[in-house]
């Protein structure tokens, strides 16, 4: 307690002094001449109202406080009111008064004033837009007019001494009144503290309870000269005081603190903001040192004691890439002083966007240099995704547009002709065509029904249904389906006796899957050649191989052929045609089903394509 009296002491000796000074010139004012003490009392009292109004005014441009802008403005007609109170005070002599005590009116009308402003005030501290000076000042001018004259030209203003006899009812009910409108501020500052800097608060709390004492004193006296006179003039001595300290040297002193309170608020709420957001934010000066790094570079720091003042950027021990990254950009903003802006990856899933900002702050000779980078890898795995929807679309529309196209033409073409040539045609003739359009047929409901699958897998309408499947009999449904397509080309499909095993899959996804295989196979068989399908357990799978004897796949087009946006078509051995989802199909509904697929080539010796499924663990019940 003793060291904070100390210390107390030691940052507020002028203060202090100044309090004892005052002290003992109103001890011997009071004690040679009370009209002595008034007036000093009171003139101190103007001069710090006029202070007030001066310091308000001349930084109303960056005061941001609405609330003591306003009051600001009123202490300008407190100040001026207050004057007419020591001018009219009795014994002064200098207006006649007629035997009305027009100094007691004036108090009582500056007093009602004061309190007012203290409340009102308020109204404009939560205003977003700016205080109309010139409409206040109209409001004020209006009223004091109207006081003035009300005292001493139309002298209706309420009676508030009378000589021999003390204050009239009025002027007591009045004090009481300007009492309660003072409690109402005191209850208004306590709820809105948190506006204030917690002095400049502390201060004009201070002044409002000392008003309130002095508007006490001035309900009890008798005499103008009265002791609760004097003292109630001590209490108002001390508001002003008060207010002196929270306004005018707060004002002058520490301007900062009093015009810039929101401002002050706001730097703490974005340096916190600063602190804790992911970006990395670093500031140079104009010779390229570091003057300022949030936490996101202190976490990309290698250092164990991350300190960056005075450090030039290789010094801030970042990734050696980055840094030289940051080094290039930021010399180039200080030749340019231009933004820059630069990508970087630290791999191939992780970039970031470095973007360098020149600052420059009037009064400063020099410009600062803002660094903001931000990891942008999501944002480059959604560009990927986009870019890999936009091929889908281009290839899916290609397909429909044209090889959904292509089949149907030679329908029409051939049934054409055999409706218009029927008689002409030789039974071979015809039987021919009839097949060719059954084929055609076939290709376009082939292609049909798997960009129906690969739709409704896109949308998320085709949700797998695993059950329990026999493999030799899944095997063997599919040998038999594509025996008598395969044997248009002289071309054997054999089903090794070793297949078995039991899977755990969606029956119509694998089949689509052997199916769309087993085609590419015959499609890329030479005539009289063999194909084996084969389904043997491993592991925990059941690995199925689909083998041909044809042209092979060369090797630097095997990574295209399960991509929609580079996927190709390549005429089969026997002139077939296709659209190159079969495959990307395949791929899908082997994934969805928890698999994976791939092949082996060999050119002019034939390919086989493997995919694995998952294993049941029990036979299949009936």
């Given at each position: ?89 009795n014994g002064m002599n200098i207006l006649p008064s007629d035997g009305i005590y027009y100094s007691n009116q004036f108090w009582v009308a500056t007093r009602f004033i004061e309190a007012s402003a203290l409340v009102v005030g308020f109204s404009f501290m939560f205003s977003k837009r700016r205080l109309y000076a010139d409409f ?487």
């Open positions: 307690m003793l060291k904070a009296i100390i210390s107390w002491t030691k940052t507020s000796y002028r203060t202090i002094i100044a309090i004892i000074i005052l002290a003992f010139i109103f001890w011997i004012s009071i004690g040679v001449n009370y009209l002595l003490f008034h007036s000093l009392v009171e003139l101190f009292s103007i001069i710090v109202a006029f202070a007030v109004f001066t310091v308000a005014w001349n930084s109303r441009k960056m005061l941001d406080s609405n609330y003591l802008y306003f009051q600001g403005i009123t202490y300008l007609f407190i100040g001026g009111l207050d004057l007419m109170h020591t001018l009219t005070f206040a000042f109209l409001v004020y001018i209006i009223i004091t007019a109207l006081v003035v004259l009300s005292i001493l030209v139309w002298k209706n203003f309420p009676t508030c001494f009378v000589e021999g006899v003390g204050q009239t009812p009025f002027k007591i009910y009045a004090e009481y009144t300007i009492i309660a409108v003072l409690g109402i501020g005191v209850f208004l500052l306590l709820k809105f503290r948190h506006k204030f800097e917690p002095s400049i608060f502390r201060y004009l709390l201070a002044a409002a309870c000392s008003a309130i004492i002095s508007e006490f004193c001035f309900t009890l006296y008798v005499s103008n000269y009265s002791a609760s006179n004097a003292v109630g003039h001590c209490a108002k001595l001390i508001t002003f005081f008060f207010t002196y300290k929270a306004v005018v040297e707060k004002g002058f002193l520490k301007p900062t603190t009093l015009i810039f309170k929101n401002l002050s608020d706001s730097e703490k709420n974005y340096r916190t903001l600063s602190e804790n957001l992911p970006v990395l934010i670093l500031r140079f000066d104009h010779k390229g040192y570091c003057i300022y790094a949030n936490k996101a570079v202190q976490s990309l720091s290698r250092a164990t004691n991350f300190v960056y003042k005075e450090k030039l950027v290789p010094d801030l021990e970042l990734p050696e890439d980055f840094a030289i990254c940051i080094g290039e950009l930021l010399r180039e903003a200080r030749v340019s002083k231009q933004e820059r802006e630069l990508d970087f990856s630290f791999s191939a899933n992780k970039h970031f966007a470095l973007k360098i900002i020149p600052e420059y702050t009037s009064g400063l000779q020099d410009f600062t240099y803002l660094l903001i980078s931000y990891d942008v890898t999501q944002l480059k795995m959604s560009e990927r995704a986009l870019q890999d929807l936009n091929a889908t679309k281009d290839k899916f529309f290609s397909i429909i547009g044209h090889d959904l196209k292509t089949p149907f033409t030679s329908i029409l073409a051939f049934s054409d002709l055999i409706a218009k040539n029927t008689l002409k045609f030789t039974p071979s003739k015809l039987e021919q065509m009839a097949l060719s359009i059954r084929n055609a047929a076939q290709t376009a409901y082939a292609l049909l029904e798997n960009l129906l699958s690969w739709s409704r897998l896109q949308t998320g309408a085709l949700v797998p249904k695993p059950e329990h499947l026999d493999v030799r009999e899944l095997v063997t449904e599919n040998v038999d389906l594509f025996t008598p397509l395969a044997g248009l080309k002289g071309i054997t499909i054999r089903r090794c006796e070793e297949s078995s095993g039991v899977v755990y899959a969606d029956k119509q996804m694998l089949n689509t899957i052997l199916r769309n295989l087993t085609t590419n196979a015959i499609k890329f068989s030479h005539p009289d050649s063999e194909i084996y399908i084969t389904a043997a357990p491993k592991d925990d799978d059941i690995i199925f191989s689909i083998k041909d004897c044809g042209t092979g796949i060369p090797e630097h087009l095997v990574e295209r052929l399960f991509k929609m946006e580079s996927s190709f078509t390549t005429i089969g051995t026997g002139n077939e045609k296709g659209s190159g989802l079969g495959l990307i199909l395949s791929r899908e509904f082997v994934e969805k089903s928890n698999g994976r697929i791939w092949l082996e080539s060999t050119i002019a010796v034939g390919t086989t394509f493997y995919f694995s499924m998952p294993a049941s663990t029990s036979i299949p019940e009936d």
